[in-house]
């Protein structure tokens, strides 16, 4: 992921690295037959990309053509191109009610599959997520995911300084969502929260307490890491310092 962000000289990268582990558990062990994913923050598209590829869906070589002209993989998940990509996503906040009709849709059909949306949670401080939240509650959707990447940044400051939401789980928990925080590069933390019976009626929300640039020391928790493109030497840097880690 760090490869094709540079390459094409991308920012996005911290989001995406924040999102990364969880995206890549629910992608590769989660999701089982019919299951579905939404990606409602829709430029971590680079870390969808990578587990289509790890997932053996595309060619690792094909991730090299991420964000140039005529690609397949432009910086937001296309639609009408993947059969697991349900739709374009990246107009934050359109996400949660897509996936809420998916839900019900496979509720009327009376299907067993599970949808998934990854949100970030900036995202909510969109009034569409709030009617989602009614909608999916109301119709009993215990069918619907939501997973937050909670790295506490977006795109001009913390969540607390534009727009300050706390606290979001409790705000959430109040509308009868059955709610749970873990820390969101645990992976058997995130698998137990997103797979334990559901203790409601309605949907489950997991709150993923992440790290905006995790993995790269000097983007990690720092609000740069949302725009600011790695130079070559940071680029060759990050990649001695993931692969020293292996």
Known sequence: MIKMHHANHIGHLGGNLSVIDLLCLIYLDLMRGTDQLVLSKGHAAGALYVCMALAGEIDEAELESFHQ?????????????????????????????????????????????????????????????????????????????????????????????????????????????????????????????????????????????????KGVPWFEGEMRSHYVPLTDDAAEKALSVLQAKK
Not at 95 to 111: D, F, T, V
Not at 152 to 177: A, N, P, W, Y
């Open 69 to 213: 002209n005529g690609t397949r993989l432009p910086g937001h998940p296309p639609a009408n191109t993947f059969e697991k990509i349900a739709f374009a996503t990246g107009s934050l906040g359109h996400g949660l009610s897509l996936a809420s009709g998916m839900a019900l849709a496979e509720k009327l059909r009376g299907g067993d599959a599970t949808i998934f949306c990854v949100m970030g949670d900036g995202e909510w401080q969109e009034g569409s997520n709030w009617e989602a939240i009614w909608f999916a509650q109301h119709h009993t959707l215990s069918n619907l995911t939501i997973v937050v990447d909670q790295n506490e940044l977006q795109g001009f400051g913390s969540i607390r300084d534009t727009s300050s939401m706390e606290d979001l789980l409790k705000r959430v928990r109040s509308h009868g969502i059955d709610c749970s925080t873990v820390d969101g590069h645990n992976l058997d933390a995130l698998r137990d929260a997103c797979s334990l019976p559901n203790k409601s009626d309605g949907p489950r929300a997991v709150f993923a307490r992440t790290l905006k640039g």
